[in-house]
C-alpha cells in the first residue's frame, strides 16, 4: 500500500509561487508515474502535471504550462510542484497521485494512489 501526503499549500496573492510537495511511502515510489490535479468548488477534478519515474518526462495541462513545473527526488520519495505566476483560477485542491506503472498519465482514472489533497487558494 501506498500513502500520500502532501503540503505546502496556503494563500498567496495573485501573481506569486507556492511550491507542493507530496511524500510517499512505499518502495515503489521510484517506478512509479506521478501525477499532480486539482479540483476547485462545483468542479471536476482535472489534471495539472505528470512525471515519469526517472523524472526526465514530464507533461503539463495548456493551462499551467510555462508557469508550473513537477519534479521529484526519488531518493526522498518525494514529488514537487513549483507553481510560478499563481492566478485565481488556480485556487483549488490539489491531489498528488500515483500509479503502479512508470510512466505518466492526464487521466485521473490511470491513477491507483491519491493523497487527501492541499488547499491552495490565490487571492486578487
Known amino acids: 500500500q501506498v500513502q500520500l501526503v502532501e503540503s505546502g499549500g496556503g494563500l498567496v496573492q495573485v501573481g506569486g509561487s507556492l511550491r507542493l510537495s507530496c511524500a510517499a511511502s512505499g518502495r515503489t515510489f521510484s517506478s512509479s508515474g506521478m501525477g499532480w490535479f486539482r479540483q476547485a468548488p462545483g468542479k471536476e477534478r482535472e489534471f495539472v502535471a505528470a512525471i515519469n519515474w526517472g523524472g526526465a518526462g514530464t507533461y503539463y495541462a495548456d493551462s499551467v504550462k510555462g508557469r508550473f513545473t513537477i519534479s521529484r527526488d526519488n531518493a526522498k520519495n518525494t514529488v514537487y510542484l513549483q507553481m510560478n505566476s499563481l492566478k485565481p483560477e488556480d485556487t483549488a485542491v490539489y491531489y498528488c497521485?500515483?500509479?503502479?506503472?512508470?510512466?505518466?498519465?492526464?487521466?485521473?482514472?490511470?491513477?491507483?494512489?491519491w493523497g487527501q489533497g492541499t488547499q491552495v487558494t490565490v487571492s486578487s
Open positions: 497521485a500515483g500509479r503502479s506503472g512508470p510512466h505518466t498519465s492526464n487521466r485521473a482514472g490511470g491513477y491507483d494512489y
